[in-house]
């Protein structure tokens, strides 16, 4: 069914530019002789289309270039008809585009040859399958748009009746964000500093460049082997057990087992599992991170989307010519979009495409008045099929002529309902990975806390005071984000502290004080490597440097440290002092805010302070 549904996507955009082709054709052989009415209309219903295209003669020189392509390229028609210089929109010396190869292929062999292309395109073209004597090559112009655009070129001969070869035309799709976009999927999977891997039917059918590093096995040597095959056997049951309930929704904390490498090396693993549709079929996404020694904490932000993302090739765009509101001309798109053949809607009122007279009428109330004074406006609204099935079209219209008479106008209408569906989806999909970085920020958070039992739940009060004394500042919400993230993990350098020295009662020695004081460089060891949307890793680093320079470990005063650095620390302090902890009982709350005023401007930022000083007096309390 899917298939299907894809091939006849590429059928109906194979037919509309096969209408376009014989457009052109018409436009190109009417330049010699006195044009007739259906030329007007033909060359509003090209210059309507949202698709960038020209169209050049057999001598290379433009005879058509339309609205969207001046858009693309920002070049009006007066400037290019009649030149040859469409190169100079993408190339800064000449060269030939695909069309000028086409034409010049086929002249010269009577059929569209190779050489050229092979010169001018060695990679990423391809002669088209579904179109005759066409071509298609996609590639990167850095000229267009401020950074560069990724464009689809599809080039084809335009011929007369007589089948003499008229031109060629060329149309253009945009594929930038397309093509970025798997280029960070890619780049962040493979990238990623956590393990993964994906299983089906309890074996891998994929594993991440970091998973094989850790495992010392290669994706080959991986692929379709038993997942629990690398767990321990003493611990493979209990494995087992977790994966199903985290899956179930019984679990949500990752859970810890023994891993063996290829090299026999027994390794600590903390998991998480979810399941994920890959490939049309249900499988399990899992997540390794090695905490025996936490050399490295890795963060397990990754991106939970599906993997199996659906871009459509084409949108068939159905074209509809009216008068007063008849319908005078319909291409063959109208079959895919409202399920009409076109010589059935002719003569009849625009009404059938309507869900209800009320809307009928509002369509008109929006376009006609707005393209009384512009040539083109467009807008989304809900139309009808014929079967009854309601859809979203994004509606554009373009007066013929230079003025709008007798409400002559040409439409578009192109099907985006299954576009808005995928933006709902996208948003979810955001969703979820915005869960699932605070689910992995907590599991860090856990990890220290952990290990120092007496100060659990230190990072998460920290963290509530640090982002309402942001609010108080007025500071965005992004970096209110950053602050939250910094937080919660300011600690895990601790992770690498003897446990008896986090819990020991009394003071510390000075050498025990010394080695505490590691704890920020450590943690920027750990947390450098991973890319965070903020500055993470320098907000932790910094959070014990002071304003007046005496803090440590770089000593850095003033301005020179980080605000988001600044706030932590002064929340850091007064959760520390108002909370108990195994070396002295808790100071109190009025102790602290002692401690922050006396040294305000000294070791901590005035501003921070007073608007911690603002949060406590409305009333702050640590939850």
């Known amino acids: 069914m899917k298939n299907d549904t894809v091939k006849r996507t590429k059928a109906e955009l194979v037919s509309e530019i096969e209408e376009m082709r014989r457009r052109i054709a018409d436009l190109e052989l009417s330049r010699s002789g006195d044009p007739g009415g259906n030329e007007i209309v033909c060359s509003e219903i090209l210059q309507s289309s949202p698709i960038p295209m020209f169209a050049v003669d057999r001598n290379h020189r433009i005879f058509y270039w339309n609205r969207a392509m001046?858009?693309?390229?920002?070049?009006?028609t007066e400037e290019m008809n009649g030149t040859d210089s469409q190169w100079r929109i993408f190339y800064n010396e000449k060269r030939p585009l695909l069309a000028d190869l086409l034409i010049d292929e086929a002249i010269k062999r009577g059929r569209a040859g190779l050489t050229d292309f092979d010169v001018w395109y060695r990679v990423g073209y391809k002669r088209s399958s579904l179109l005759p004597e066409a071509f298609e090559a996609t590639d990167f112009?850095?000229?267009?748009?401020?950074?560069g655009k990724w464009?689809?070129?599809?080039?084809?001969?335009?011929?007369?009746g007589g089948g003499k070869i008229v031109g060629a035309l060329e149309t253009f799709e945009d594929m930038t964000e397309r093509v970025e976009a798997e280029k960070l999927n890619r780049t962040?999977?493979?990238?990623?500093?956590?393990a993964?891997?994906?299983?089906?039917?309890g074996r891998f059918v994929y594993v991440n460049a970091q998973f094989e590093n850790f495992t010392g096995y290669s994706a080959k040597e991986l692929t379709g082997r038993k997942t629990l095959e690398l767990v321990h056997p003493d611990d493979r049951e209990q494995v087992s057990e977790n994966a199903v309930r985290m899956l179930n929704g019984e679990r949500t904390?990752?859970?810890?087992?023994?891993?063996?490498t290829k090299s026999g090396a027994v390794r600590r693993i903390m998991e998480t599992v979810s399941s994920i549709e890959y490939e049309g079929k249900r499988g399990m996404l899992g997540n390794y991170m090695d905490v025996t020694g936490l050399k490295e904490a890795q963060d397990k932000i990754r991106d939970l989307r599906d993997l199996e993302t659906s871009i459509l090739e084409a949108i068939p765009i159905a074209v509809i010519g009216l008068q007063n509101r008849v319908i005078n001309f319909a291409n063959n798109a109208v079959r895919p979009v409202f399920g009409w053949r076109p010589e059935d809607l002719i003569g009849k009122s625009t009404r059938v495409l309507y869900r209800s007279d009320k809307e009928f009428e509002k369509i008109a109330q929006d376009f006609y008045p707005v393209l009384e004074q512009e040539r083109v406006f467009f807008e989304e609204f809900p139309c009808r099929r014929k079967d009854g099935k309601e859809i979203i079209c994004l509606v554009t219209a373009s007066r013929i002529g230079e003025y709008l008479k007798n409400r002559s106008i040409v439409a578009t209408y192109e099907d985006i309902t299954e576009r808005k569906k995928a933006e709902a989806d996208?948003?979810?999909?955001?969703a979820r990975l915005q869960r699932s970085m605070e689910d992995t920020i907590q599991t860090i958070a856990m990890i220290v806390e952990t290990r120092d039992p007496y100060t659990a739940g230190h990072q998460r009060r920290v963290d509530l005071l640090a982002c309402a004394i942001a609010r108080e500042m007025g500071l965005p919400q992004e970096r209110i984000e950053g602050i939250h993230t910094a937080s919660v993990i300011h600690d895990i350098g601790k992770i690498y502290i003897p446990a008896e020295m986090l819990s020991k009662p009394g003071h510390l020695t000075e050498i025990e004080y010394d080695i505490m004081k590691t704890h920020p460089q450590v943690s920027y060891d750990i947390l450098k490597r991973i890319e965070f949307p903020w500055p993470v890793a320098n907000i932790v680093y910094q959070h014990h440097e002071r304003f007046n320079g005496s803090g440590y470990p770089r000593g850095l005063k003033g301005e020179e440290i980080l605000l988001e650095a600044r706030i932590l620390a002064v929340a850091d302090v007064f959760e520390s002092m108002a909370s108990h902890r195994p070396y002295r009982p808790t100071v109190g709350t009025d102790k602290a805010i002692e401690e922050i005023s006396k040294n305000r401007g000294i070791l901590y930022d005035p501003d921070v302070v007073d608007a911690c000083l603002g949060v406590l007096a409305k009333g702050f309390k640590f939850e």
């Not at 464009?151 to 007369?160: C, P």
């Not at 962040?188 to 956590?194: A, G, K, N, R, T």
């Not at 904390?253 to 063996?260: A, K, T």
């Not at 996208?426 to 955001?430: D, E, I, W, Y």
């Open 70 to 76: 001046e858009n693309l390229s920002g070049y009006k």
């Open 141 to 147: 112009f850095p000229k267009l748009g401020r950074a």
């Open 151 to 160: 464009l689809r070129m599809t080039a084809a001969l335009v011929r007369s």
């Open 188 to 194: 962040m999977v493979e990238s990623s500093p956590i």
């Open 196 to 201: 993964i891997y994906l299983s089906r039917n």
């Open 253 to 260: 904390l990752p859970y810890e087992f023994r891993s063996i």
């Open 426 to 430: 996208l948003k979810k999909s955001f």
